[in-house]
């Protein structure tokens, strides 16, 4: 089908094992990286991290956004889940990594004088590293994911398994 339930589906399936070995990597790796950040979140929400752990931190930043989130995303979580044989709960979880731990990747755009002497001949230039904790579990499943379909532009999205949407886009117009 040309939804993207299904493309989250076939995606589950294709690499199953993978995102099932993937999960139990992280929740050690987020307790630390959410117990390092404590001390620049609001008190009420350090406390909740520190009382209830990263994976609570984690759904609840999938509650408060989920009314923003497009349902394309909700729908691919879903088919992810369902392909890989998982709860869709790690799935979701595991997106809510950039929101709820404020990821920050070295980013730069450039064009006109900055890539007119290029290939790019004064088109937009676009970089995002994904760098923003080389100690992160996932960076070990890095993953270029295209989407092609009839009904939406086409993307490519460099980024880690099970991770739907990018964190970066831009339009050549």
Not at 57 to 75: E, F, G, N
Not at 80 to 95: C, E, L
Not at 108 to 116: D, H, L, P, V
């Amino acid at each position: 089908g040309d939804n993207a339930y299904d493309y989250g589906f076939a995606y589950g399936q294709l690499f199953a094992q993978e995102i099932k070995d993937l999960y139990p990597l992280m929740l050690p790796w987020l307790d630390k990286r959410l117990m390092m950040a404590v001390k620049w979140l609001p008190k009420w929400l350090a406390d909740f991290i520190v009382k209830y752990g990263a994976w609570a931190a984690l759904s609840y930043t999938y509650d408060v956004t989920v009314k923003h989130t497009p349902q394309q995303y909700i729908d691919e979580m879903n088919g992810i889940a369902a392909g890989a044989d998982i709860d869709v709960w790690y799935v979701r979880n595991v997106n809510m990594l950039p929101q709820t731990t404020r990821a920050a990747c070295t980013i730069i755009g450039a064009n006109g004088k900055a890539t007119e002497k290029g290939s790019n001949g004064g088109n937009i230039a676009h970089l995002r590293a994904l760098d923003f904790d080389p100690t992160a579990p996932m960076v070990i499943d890095a993953a270029v994911t295209i989407y092609h379909t009839q009904n939406t532009p086409q993307v490519m999205n460099f980024g880690w398994l099970s991770m739907v949407g990018v964190l970066t886009g831009l339009d050549r117009k």
